[in-house]
């Protein structure tokens, strides 16, 4: 839908009563940060190379820019969006484990964009930085609905890390068949998609969802980055080969920008009904019939080099990527957003320590690697 369209209900004024701490929630964003400590550790022990606890493997690293659109309405045009322009920004694309795994073991698709050049009140820990980030899953709702449930599936994901991988291709092309029949008769599982049931699809394809909320200055919101040039869209539900091919999500991006511009939307859902879209139960679907996606800005990646060791450094090494890194009028809310905080903030500093390459903020990206 389109930002012209006036015929949306009013959205719902924040209000700090509509997020409800867990009575536990301090000692389970440290179980959190333990249950991270520990593949991490396991990973590093095994690679010598100190990755990302969750989303360690990159298909694609990308340099655009995003256009927020002219003539927003005010309910849209806050914080990022409240006035035209351009930014230049660095799109990452990875799959969930924290493991690097062959890409046979399919489970759901990341992407996360780091905004450069963004100016406003900041968020606690980023006071000195000029980006905002958005981190987005190809699903439009999170996978469990609270921090505690979060915790005990990462805790199942630490125990298994770096374990068994053939028994893990092997459990995978199970939970597709189970998934792919599911799908067949218009179902789908979260569940069984994150445990490596996904379908081997075009990760640019697909249309990816913060799942949790945050703010769009007084109001609350979700957002989506959507494909809209044919060459994108063209590949929604597009299914790889990927026997023999370890890394053939990678390949497939590096193929597609090695001839191909590609453009996609950022769009906006407001909520406007807090029974229908819940702050604190993040496995809710906000419906599309209560409140639109509207688009309010374009992102635009030129053809290029996808992914390369040298960017791999520069980005998988040298940047994180948080919903904390960003404006006030984007804070993230929800027992989900608030305990990822400290995770993004532990994953990165471990990573640093241990790679001895610093991870701050850019305040450009003239120096990345082309």
């Keep these: 839908m389109t930002p012209d369209d006036r015929n949306l209900e009013a959205p719902i004024y924040y209000d700090p009563a509509y997020e409800v701490l867990e009575p536990d929630e301090k000692d389970i964003e440290a179980g959190l940060i333990a249950a991270l400590r520990e593949i991490s550790e396991t990973t590093f022990k095994h690679s010598g190379h100190?990755?990302?606890?969750?989303?360690?493997?990159?298909?694609?690293?990308?340099?655009?820019?995003?256009?927020?659109?002219?003539?927003?309405?005010?309910?849209?045009?806050?914080?990022?969006?409240?006035?035209?322009?351009?930014?230049?920004?660095?799109?990452?694309?990875?799959?969930?484990?924290?493991?690097?795994?062959?890409?046979?073991?399919?489970?759901?698709?990341?992407?996360?964009?780091?905004?450069?050049g963004v100016s406003g009140a900041r968020l606690p820990g980023s006071e000195a930085d000029v980006?905002?980030?958005?981190?987005?899953?190809?699903?439009?709702?999170?996978?469990?609905?609270n921090a505690r449930k979060f915790l005990?599936?990462?805790?199942?994901?630490?125990?298994?890390?770096?374990?068994?991988?053939?028994?893990k291709q092997a459990l995978s092309l199970l939970l597709r068949g189970a998934e792919e029949m599911l799908e067949s008769a218009g179902k789908q599982s979260s569940t069984l998609k994150a445990m490596g049931g996904h379908p081997p699809t075009h990760v640019l394809g697909d249309t990816y969802y913060s799942q949790v909320p945050l703010l769009c200055g007084p109001f609350m919101c979700k957002v989506s980055v959507a494909p809209v040039s044919p060459n994108l869209t063209a590949l929604d539900g597009a299914q790889i080969e990927l026997r023999g091919k370890p890394d053939g999500l990678r390949e497939a991006v590096c193929d597609f920008f090695a001839v191909?511009?590609?453009?996609?939307?950022?769009?906006?859902?407001?909520?406007?009904?807090?029974e229908q879209m819940p702050v604190e139960d993040a496995a809710v679907v906000w419906p599309e019939h209560a409140s639109p996606y509207v688009a309010v800005a374009r992102?635009?990646?030129?053809?290029?080099?996808?992914?390369?060791?040298?960017?791999?450094?520069?980005?998988?090494?040298?940047?994180?990527?948080?919903?904390?890194?960003?404006?006030?009028?984007?804070?993230?809310?929800g027992s989900i957003m608030r305990i990822r905080k400290a995770a993004y903030r532990f994953s990165a500093g471990f990573r640093a320590r241990h790679n001895g390459q610093s991870t701050a903020e850019p305040i450009d990206l003239g120096k990345l690697p082309d």
């Design 299 to 333: 992102i635009r990646v030129p053809r290029q080099v996808a992914w390369s060791e040298a960017r791999s450094r520069a980005i998988d090494d040298g940047m994180s990527f948080s919903p904390w890194h960003g404006i006030v009028a984007h804070r993230p809310i």
């Design 260 to 274: 191909n511009d590609a453009v996609w939307e950022l769009r906006v859902q407001l909520c406007n009904d807090l």
């Design 50 to 116: 100190a990755m990302r606890s969750v989303h360690a493997k990159s298909h694609g690293l990308l340099r655009g820019e995003l256009e927020v659109r002219e003539g927003l309405p005010e309910t849209l045009a806050q914080g990022l969006f409240a006035r035209p322009g351009v930014y230049p920004l660095v799109m990452r694309l990875s799959t969930t484990p924290g493991d690097m795994l062959d890409d046979k073991v399919s489970t759901p698709r990341g992407m996360a964009i780091k905004i450069v």
């Design 152 to 167: 005990g599936t990462l805790k199942l994901l630490a125990k298994t890390t770096d374990k068994a991988p053939k028994l």
């Design 131 to 145: 980006t905002q980030d958005f981190v987005l899953v190809n699903g439009p709702a999170f996978s469990v609905s």
